[in-house]
């Protein structure tokens, strides 16, 4: 079983900065692509940003120039770097990965706060 497992989330102030790690039970060389998703109560999980084996990126328009999503191999983590927050960015975020067959995996999530 694939265990993907989020931290670094927290409490910050507007503006200010956090960075999530994802560690994969396995290299993420396996996966075709990787990425952070997010979710507020009463809203359906939208993609925050992603990443392919190859090194592709995608962001979400709400996040470009602020969120950079990157990996390091060798650690089998996933991370995002998170500047200029805003209250709106509040939300649970999740790891998902997909493996070269299609299939999805997701971690249990980390909560991120912004206050105003």
């Known amino acids: 079983q694939v265990q993907l497992v989020e931290s670094g989330g927290g409490l910050v102030q507007a503006g200010g900065s956090l960075r999530l790690s994802c560690a994969a039970s396995?290299?993420?060389?396996?996966?075709?692509?990787m990425g952070w998703y997010r979710q507020t109560p009463g809203k359906l999980r939208e993609l925050v940003a992603t990443l392919t084996t190859g090194g592709r990126t995608n962001y979400a328009e709400s996040v470009k120039g602020r969120f950079t999503i990157s990996r390091d191999n060798a650690k089998n983590t996933l991370y995002l770097q998170m500047d200029s927050l805003r209250p709106e960015d509040t939300a649970v975020y999740y790891c998902?990965?997909?493996?070269?067959?299609?299939?999805?995996?997701w971690g249990q999530g980390t909560q991120v706060t912004v206050s105003s």
């Open positions: 998902n990965a997909m493996s070269m067959l299609g299939s999805d995996y």
């Open positions: 396995r290299s993420i060389f396996s996966f075709n692509a």
